[in-house]
């Protein structure tokens, strides 16, 4: 029971006693009869009294916040419910997957694109080494040649 | 249960359902059913039988047990001809309507079923069944649980996708600097023996090398050890 002695949103509802046993009492307070109103249109007062009692107490609060929610979608949408805004998110959930994905791709592909420019540009510092070394190879016997042909020179003079 | 709800799942749980297995004989077109008689065809359905027995009298009625609903056999009563359960809770599927009863009951079923048109009420049960269905799987959250699973999965793949987005975005940018920016061209070669500098360009992916006959510089006569040190013309 409520404080003060005021019977709670069920208990005032249903027309009857509000005991200090009272399942409902915690969580519809007679301020919130509106929530009550709903849930006990859509699931019924003891359905709802069965399924809050094989819940353990500490959770209890946890599902009375789930059951308020499914009868108010069930209210707002009575042939849906609740699976509107699930298959709405699913929906959303396939959607941004696939821009994943999209990107993903695109990531891969610009990747390999920048590793084939950085292969072609070191084959192509490559090549010019090789050619540099080659340019020095050919060019050495003769400017062996011409160094002794100075001191030849030098000798003479 | 799974944190992602599959198509797959949620196409199982929208199955259309079966009719309630009554058989109307007037409706099948058979004058005399015999049902020692019925012909099936390999699908299984019932074939018109020929008329040449019709002195034969007619069979019982089947049993009112055998044509009940999924609803009405739960709730151990006649299952009337204008049953507004039976439609979408066969018996074939007793459990389907054992979680919608555990969770809203018989008559908010019926009543709800009544106050909607004949077109939605197929929908509306099935979602029903299925708002059941997790409820008994998750007496706590029910299909709210669901629904944070979703919307946590949500948040997870926004996240990875503006980071995979932010990731192309500077590499789109490092590229298109590279391209801006073409790599230095080598330093020119010059020919010790003939006095004829050779010049390499290599201009980016187009790989062309160009010789240029330039006018020769006096030459200066250096130390030969500097010579092999300073191969590159400076």
Known sequence: MAGSGTPCASCKLLRRRCTSECVFAPYFPAEEAQRFAMVHRV????NVSKMLQEVPPAQRADAVSSLVYEANARMRDPVYGCVAAISFLQHQVSHLQKQLALAHAHTAALQLQLQQQQQLQHQLQQDHDQHEHCILQNALPQLMLQDAFLKKESMWT | ?????????????????????????????????????????????????????????????????????AACRYLRRRCADDCVLAPFFPASRPHRYFCVHTVFGASNVARLLQSLPM???????????MEAYWRVQDPVYGCTGIINRLQDEIRAVQCELARTQALLAIALAAAASRQLQPPPPPPPQQDRAGGRPV????????????????SPPAPSLMDPADEYLNLDGL
């Open chain 2, 119 to 129: 077109a939605e009420r197929g929908n509306a049960a099935n979602t029903m069944a």
């Open chain 1, 43 to 46: 699931f019924g007062a003891s």
């Open chain 2, 199 to 214: 010049v390499v360009v290599v201009r980016g992916q187009q790989q062309q090398e160009e010789e240029e006959e330039q």
């Open chain 2, 1 to 69: 249960m799974d944190s992602s709800i599959t198509r797959l799942q949620l196409a199982d749980l929208l199955l259309p359902c079966m009719p309630c297995k009554y058989i109307r004989w007037k409706d099948l077109g058979v004058s005399s059913p015999n049902p020692a008689k019925i012909v099936r065809s390999k699908t299984g359905d019932i074939m018109p039988e020929n008329d040449d027995d019709d002195d034969r009298p007619p069979p019982p009625p089947p049993h009112p047990a055998a044509r009940r609903c």
